[in-house]
C-alpha cells in the first residue's frame, strides 16, 4: 500500500471511530500544580477500535498571565501504560511543573499518524 493511500485509509477510520471515542479522568489529582511537587496524571480513553498508537494524548501547562489570559509554556505526551477492566486504554504522565508559581494544566488527545503533514490536519480532538 502505497503512503499516500495507507493516510486515506487510516483518516477514513478515524473519522468513522472518532465520535465514539472517550477520554476521562481515574487519577485523583487536582487542576493546580506547585514548583517542586511531583503530579502523576492517568487517564483511560475508550478508541472505539482505534490504538493507542493512531492518538496523541497531551497536557498543556500554563502560566497566568493575567486573570484574562493564560499562555501556554510545555506540552507533555501521555504514554500508553496498560488497559482497565472495562477494555479501555491507560495513559499515564508524571509531570514535574517547569515554572516557579501557580500553574494550570489541560489534557486533550487528537488523532496522530506518522505520515500526517500537519499535527492537527485531521481537525478532530477532545479535551479533559
Known amino acids: 500500500c502505497v503512503p499516500a493511500q495507507q493516510l486515506a485509509d ?4 478515524v473519522r468513522e471511530a472518532w ?3 472517550e477520554i476521562r479522568r481515574v487519577d485523583r489529582s487536582s487542576g493546580i500544580l506547585r514548583a517542586g511537587e511531583q503530579i502523576s496524571m492517568e487517564v483511560a480513553l475508550k478508541l472505539n477500535g482505534l490504538s493507542d498508537e493512531d492518538v496523541f494524548v497531551e497536557c498543556l501547562v500554563d502560566e497566568e498571565i493575567s ?3 493564560h499562555a501556554t ?3 507533555y505526551r501521555f504514554e500508553a501504560v496498560g488497559r482497565t477492566d ?3 486504554t491507560l495513559f499515564a504522565l508524571d509531570l514535574h511543573p517547569p515554572l516557579p508559581g501557580r500553574q494550570e494544566y489541560r489534557i486533550r488527545v487528537y488523532p496522530y499518524h ?5 499535527r492537527f ?3 478532530l480532538m477532545l479535551w479533559l
Not at 10 to 13: D, F, L, V
Not at 114 to 118: A, E, P, V, W
Request: proline share 8%.
Open 73 to 75: 509554556r510545555s506540552v
Open 19 to 21: 465520535p465514539g471515542v
Open 121 to 123: 490536519e485531521v481537525g
Open 67 to 69: 486573570p484574562e489570559e
Open 10 to 13: 487510516w483518516k477514513r477510520q
Open 114 to 118: 506518522k505520515l500526517l503533514s500537519r
Open 86 to 88: 472495562d477494555g479501555e
